[in-house]
């Protein structure tokens, strides 16, 4: 990939010109690594109502409020089909890994899972008083 701008000094910067219309920010970051998930959470610290991590598809069982009133955890997860990789058919997933030829991914259709969070946010601070995660199975196999 091609050199980008920093998303911690890109991230200050937009949140400074957020707060001049809302209290109330909630950043969505889609990162591969847990660690710079983590570290984003504690530089947003107190600045932000809430850092939500995407991308791994995997909800975590991280949630808390920081010590400054930030809701975080390192990924919300998907909606989509928990009898999958990562919503995938896992045989094509299989397939793929193991012979290295590029199958046309296909989107399973079985344990249809909603996950995320709910967010208790004070609206005059913007500060987080709770967090919890949700998982609603919206079908299930016969």
Request: glycine share 8%; charged share 30%.
């Given at each position: 990939?091609k ?10 910067k ?9 209290p ?11 660690s710079?998930?983590?570290?984003m959470g ?13 991308h791994?598809h995997v909800q975590?069982?991280d ?23 990562i ?7 299989l397939?793929?890994l193991?012979?290295?030829?590029p199958w046309?991914?296909?989107?399973a ?10 967010i208790?946010v004070?609206?005059e601070?913007?500060?987080?008083g ?8 919206l079908?299930k196999?016969?």
């Amino acid at each position: 990939m091609k050199h980008l701008d920093c998303p911690f000094r890109i991230g200050e910067k937009e949140i400074e010109a957020l707060r001049k219309e809302t209290p109330v920010i909630i950043v969505d970051f889609h990162a591969e690594a847990t660690s710079e998930k983590m570290a984003m959470g504690w530089f947003l610290n107190g600045k932000v109502s809430a850092v939500l991590g995407t991308h791994t598809h995997v909800q975590t069982s991280d949630e808390r409020v920081l010590n400054e009133g930030t809701a975080y955890i390192t990924d919300v997860g998907m909606t989509g089909p928990l009898d999958s990789v990562i919503g995938i058919r896992k045989e094509i997933a299989l397939e793929r890994l193991l012979t290295q030829i590029p199958w046309k991914f296909e989107v399973a259709t079985e344990e249809i899972e909603l996950q995320g969070v709910v967010i208790e946010v004070d609206p005059e601070t913007g500060k987080s008083g709770d967090i919890q995660r949700i998982r609603v199975p919206l079908n299930k196999r016969s």
